[in-house]
């Protein structure tokens, strides 16, 4: 199963953007990239999904590398109400055409005031 | 519109108990999806319902847990014989079709203390 590896800590400043990066070198060409973030004591959210090239929401932009061994999740100006832990997540990975999603550690994104 | 609602928000239940954890998906959702939290980790598959059916149930622990969906929308988890290990936030999720490519709406969970 292809696996994804990110940091288990990132810090910021508000209103400042914030490049939480996410490694995934055994994907698969029909793996999606999906990016989930579970806030204190609340269930995991959706944030975005892309599979080859770069997208936009209104909550995050998500870049992908060209060779999409990796990817980045971008909040363009964080907030207090960003922190939370983030999930880089390849729903397809355990070869299943439905939504099983596998969640690792997560990176912890702290703001600063 | 509503979102996916659990209930109850905290159980808390002797060893060698027996519990029900219920989830209410948003309607016209026809997957639904459990999850397990222990303090610290991520959300660990638990078991997925394609309407009625219980397509994979392959992250269930042991027979001791249990989970139905008798009319493709309400889902009740029911865990046997509680043990301590058993504690855990447990999530509920539902998405409208089941593709992998669909968003999954997560409940708030259910925080189950076993003393």
């Known amino acids: ?21 996410c490694n995934h070198s055994t994907i698969s060409g029909t793996d999606y990239i999906h990016w989930y973030r579970q806030l204190p004591s609340q269930g995991p959210e959706y944030v975005i999904h892309g599979l080859t090239s770069n997208v936009n929401n209104r909550m995050a932009s998500l ?24 999930y880089c997540i390849l729903p397809n990975a355990g070869g299943t055409s439905y939504g099983k999603l596998t969640f690792g550690q997560g990176t912890i994104l702290t703001v600063h005031p | 519109g509503a ?20 989830c209410d ?20 598959f638990l078991i997925y319902f394609q309407g009625t059916g219980a397509a994979d149930d392959s ?9 139905v969906r008798p009319e493709g929308s ?9 043990e301590r290990g058993d504690s855990a936030v447990y999530l509920c999720a539902s998405s409208l079709s089941g593709l ?13 203390t076993v003393l």
């Open chain 2, 59 to 67: 992250g269930l622990p042991n027979d001791r847990f249990f989970a």
């Open chain 2, 25 to 44: 998906p948003i309607s016209g959702h026809t997957a639904l999806y459990w999850y397990r939290q222990s303090l610290g980790q991520g959300p660990e």
């Open chain 2, 74 to 82: 309400v889902s009740t988890l029911k865990i046997q014989r509680t």
């Open chain 2, 100 to 112: 992998s490519t669909d968003t999954q709406y997560f409940g708030p969970g259910t925080r189950l």
């Open chain 1, 1 to 21: 199963d292809a696996k994804t590896t990110q940091p288990n800590s990132m810090e910021s400043n508000e209103e400042e953007p914030v490049h939480l990066p």
């Open chain 1, 63 to 86: 870049a992908i590398a060209e060779d999409r061994k990796s990817s980045t999740l971008i909040l363009h100006r964080a907030t207090l109400r960003d922190a939370a832990v983030y």
């Open chain 2, 3 to 22: 979102g996916v609602s659990q209930t109850p928000s905290n159980k808390v239940t002797e060893k060698g108990k027996y519990v029900e954890l219920r």
